[in-house]
């Protein structure tokens, strides 16, 4: 428009980096985070994190490089976050639950200039690296308390504390602002449930946007205190990571947590948010006696990675969470639809009505542009009728750029103008949507779809029940029949008949598992199930 | 980075009509706008926008071109902040307190394709546009009480309902997004404390972030009710019209208010936010008994465009509303800098030092990239001592484009990579700002400068002052003296000695108001003080 120009007085690249700058001044006396015996304050965050980003200078970072860590939810992953694209790099946060052959695939694929390898990870870290061609230079987080002890003819090394400590010139340091805000700022893997895990690139512009986004939807003002049980490596945390200091809250980092520690951490600390898989919220709401402790306050708990059996949402909500149910994938920064609660009607609702309820999504996230379902071939929406199943798409601002040197299989998952997400679903008349399966999941039995997710719902529901997941196994006649893994709760006694019998009684006879057996079912990183490798069952 | 694709799956261009197309579906059945007897849900919100949008393109509107609208804080004002971007065309709000000769004079500058009016400024407006080149076509905004009664020999004319109602057509119309998310949404005029109003131009991105932003700072989670007591034409009411969308608030709209209107809409519709400037909060104080009502909950009053006295904030806070201090203008899409409160350490100071840091800002809105008081000529930044005065000075996303077909002056605002405020400040040890004056009413005495807002503040706590306005007056010796207009409680009668001898033990000698003249004081149609018609005033 005449009369206008743009200049840095008015514009700014957004990115996640002003959040902290920002904080550093807004709430700098406040707590930033608290891992362990450690503790900071937001300008303690900040200070630090332009010493890393310092420290990376001048060992040579300079703009695109890969900078990859492997490391729990510790505070130097945490400060990560925002000292590697200060330096300009791209930061990767690699999934510590690989196996050394994954590991190593994935390096070798990433190829990052540095690794930060937290002790823990050394050792798997190390059998991995043998094998990629261009190895890394490694960094070392070390144990604080075993930094002390360790024996002096060790050589030295690269070290995270040392480098922070090192770096006294921070202060002359000028953060580097990307130019374009749509460049990458970080690659994460996709969860790997399906497939071998893809890594997808997360630009500056979506990182700001899907933060404050999160704000919103979580209700996480004025000042939430979070608690990390979304392991950083997946999605950077949902994008909390970079969310937190937008709001002044504090991070309460930990290396590992049980339901036992997550009930003394929300006591001990006021945690008001957190958030995990169904299989966390399964944790919580089956906790024994002695681990758990009354909740001081309502604490919000977002879920998403699977839609959450209604039986524990009920069970958690009796004990004063309130259940958010997300849904998205790595893909889409972690939250794209959510389930928007409608307190008038349906707050009177019968518990478990009410918990059903809650298993449904699709409403837009502040930042998703156009969520919708759709038939794969025709791209026309599916009705609208809680029946018909199609395909959920999506496009927004929180839509990866791509996946990192696979073009065409970015042009694969961008066709027809709309991400393709993979999962089965069918859209309600009030417009909310329901999660059916993951493509790969669903099961077709006689040339007719069936829904694991209904099946679990169901054996989830049965008192016997801790965990279950429910696949499609071979068959000569129908080509698919449903079998289901249980794993029981403690001391109860496997009567696979029982409930078998119990599940006729509550659904088709298509739908009735033909073969239940019980054991462990194994989780991917992020906690999702894993069920891969029950599909060769044999009925 | 190798492998990504920037296409419409993963870029949306920022634009505050994403707000209004999630509410639909988000928040559809819940209340968008209570206007008197009129009440919308979002859902009926977004088709009406739609309808207006659709007869604005049959009507010859397309990209670019400026619709401006003269009327009061009504529900059609609000909804022209959707439907004209969606038909691509910039809005332009104009004030309505403006005389024919302003108006005309600004009507013959922008010269809009289209002119909406509102029923009470049609002959004002009429007056107006006798003396513009290219009048505008005429759209009425009917009275909808009086448009019943009208003659039937009243010739056609377009009128907003019959626009809205007749475009039947708007299912099938498609939002026009914009290509590019820094193309303009609207123009917006500076207040004209100090000069002619001048048309700012704001961004599709920075009405977007500045509406969240707003969000933040106001803590408007969830679902906020907001009264209209900022002037739509003021800053797109400081960007609220687009955020209100974005959560699913509802809007009490109304033609005009009163200390007792303002009392009555907080307890009928249970509002939970407003604004204003210094003067609605002097007002709300300093109702009468009758007027008053209690408040059913806490109320966040966000005030700007000047320091609240303390003495007024104290009395409000009494009441149970939450002053939050805001600072920008016009060109800062309302708010830059927030005076962010530390709970921790100054709610057990006593009262009238409470709000003394009230009356402070300078912490950074969450948009705002950076702000600093800069001496104009180094641009250095002045020591953080509370003494030394420099000129505020911003950077980020919620700084104007420019102003409308004057590139000088916009490249003037912008010298040296900041927007220059022209307002006049200190910087506080702890980061925070307090304005002292805008640089036009700042007082030179004897070669000093003096705070008309320090010695506003001593008269505002006179128990006999209802408002002040301090203004520089010629002098032939010190070159300027300050004097001080005041307008008296109900009921008090004027003793200017006194008032001057209740200054005399609070300032230092060369600050006291060497005469005191007794009335009432002009305001700028935003509500904020007009000093200068003072300035002639004879010693």
């Known amino acids: 428009m005449e009369g206008t120009i743009r200049c840095p007085a008015n514009y700014v690249p957004l990115t996640p980096i002003s959040f902290l700058k920002r904080a550093a001044s807004v709430y700098g006396d406040r707590t930033s985070i608290i891992d362990g015996p450690a503790k900071f304050t937001w300008s303690e965050t900040y200070e630090r994190c332009l010493r890393l980003a310092t420290a990376l200078t001048q060992m040579g970072v300079s703009k695109g490089d890969i900078v990859a860590v492997i490391a729990p939810n510790i505070h130097a992953t945490y400060e990560m976050h925002f000292s590697v694209p200060m330096a300009q790099a791209v930061l990767c946060i690699i999934n510590h639950y690989y196996d050394a052959q994954t ?15 937290d002790h823990q990870f050394l050792r798997l870290t190390q059998e991995a690296l043998q094998t990629v061609p261009n190895p890394p230079t490694l960094v070392h987080i070390s144990d604080p308390d075993s930094a002390k002890s360790e024996p002096e003819s060790e050589p030295a090394r690269a070290d995270y504390e040392s480098l922070v400590r090192a770096a006294d010139s921070y202060a002359e340091f000028e953060i580097k602002y990307p130019e374009d805000e749509c460049e990458a700022i970080s690659l994460t893997f996709t969860s790997g449930t399906t497939a071998t895990p893809k890594p997808v690139v997360y630009s500056h512009r979506g990182a700001y946007l899907n933060a404050i986004a999160s704000i919103l939807v979580n209700e996480m003002i004025p000042r939430p205190t979070y608690l990390w049980t979304v392991p950083m490596f997946h999605c950077n945390g949902w994008t909390f990571c970079w969310a937190m200091p937008a709001v002044g809250g504090t991070n309460i980092c930990q290396r590992s947590f049980s339901a036992k520690s997550v009930f003394d951490d929300i006591t001990r600390h006021g945690v008001t948010h957190l958030g995990g898989p169904p299989s966390l919220l399964n944790m919580l709401a089956r906790a024994s006696e002695e681990d758990r402790k009354p909740l001081p306050h309502r604490v919000e708990m977002m879920t998403g990675g699977g839609p959450p059996p209604p039986q524990v949402v009920l069970e958690l909500e009796s004990m004063g969470f309130r259940v958010l149910h997300c849904y998205g994938c790595s893909e889409t920064y972690g939250v794209a639809t959510l389930n928007y609660w409608r307190p008038e009607e349906w707050d009177t609702l019968p518990p478990y009505e009410r918990a059903c309820l809650k298993a449904r999504h699709g409403l837009k996230h502040p930042l998703m542009e156009e969520v919708d379902v759709k038939d794969p071939m025709t791209m026309r929406s599916v009705p609208a009728d809680g029946v018909t199943v199609g395909e959920v798409m999506l496009r927004g601002n929180n839509v990866l750029l791509g996946y990192y040197k696979d073009r065409a299989k970015s042009e694969r998952a961008f066709e027809g103008g709309w991400f393709r997400h993979g999962d089965l679903a069918v859209k309600h008349p009030d417009g909310y949507i329901e999660m059916k399966d993951r493509k790969v999941d669903a099961i077709v039995s006689g040339g007719e779809y069936l829904s694991t997710v209904d099946i679990e719902k169901v054996l989830y529901s049965h008192p016997d029940v801790f965990e279950a ?67 060769d069952m044999s009925v």
Chains 1, 2 share one sequence.
Request: net charge positive.
């Open 469 to 535: 997941a429910v696949v499609g196994v071979k068959d000569e006649e129908l080509g698919q029949v449903p079998c289901a893994v249980v794993k029981l709760k403690e001391g109860k006694v496997g009567d696979a008949e029982g409930i078998i019998g119990y599940c006729k009684e509550r659904m088709p006879e298509k739908m009735v598992p033909r073969k239940l057996v019980f054991g462990e079912i194994p989780r991917v990183g992020s906690g999702k199930l894993q069920k891969k490798g029950f599909r």
């Open 103 to 117: 590991l190593s695939d994935v390096l070798t694929n990433v190829a990052p200039k540095f690794l930060f390898v």
